[in-house]
Nanobody, 121 residues
Framework: QVQLVESGGGLVQPGGSLRLSCTAS????????MGWYRQAPGKERELVAR???????NYADSVKGRFTISRDNAKNTVYLQMNSLKPEDTAVYYC???????????????WGQGTQVTVPS
């Protein structure tokens, strides 16, 4: 089994910063892309940022220039540095990783449990 555990969420004032971390553990042979999604109350889950193992990155338009995704392959960890936070960034943030558990396995998406980020208006 594979587990993803996020940390770093919390309450921050507008204009502030937070850094989210997500570490994958368990039966892991290889990790391809990793990323962050978010879901605000009453809204659908949306992609925030994604990083491949090359690495290449892509971001939602709403966070470009404010958020930075990075990864440490040795630690199976992905980070999301969030700067200039706005009330509309308030959401539960979920980590996702594309994992192979052994050489013969297919790629599977695994999700973390989510971490709350709140930016009051």
């Amino acid at each position: 089994q594979v587990q993803l555990v996020e940390s770093g969420g919390g309450l921050v004032q507008p204009g502030g910063s937070l850094r989210l971390s997500c570490t994958a553990s368990g039966s892991i042979f290889s990790i391809n892309a990793m990323g962050w999604y978010r879901q605000a109350p009453g809204k659908e889950r949306e992609l925030v940022a994604r990083i491949s193992n090359v690495p290449t990155t892509n971001y939602a338009d709403s966070v470009k220039g404010r958020f930075t995704i990075s990864r440490d392959n040795a630690k199976n960890t992905v980070y999301l540095q969030m700067n200039s936070l706005k009330p509309e960034d308030t959401a539960v943030y979920y980590c996702v990783a594309d994992v192979r558990r052994d050489f013969s396995d297919y790629w599977h998406n695994y999700w973390g449990q989510g971490t709350q980020v709140t930016v009051p208006s």
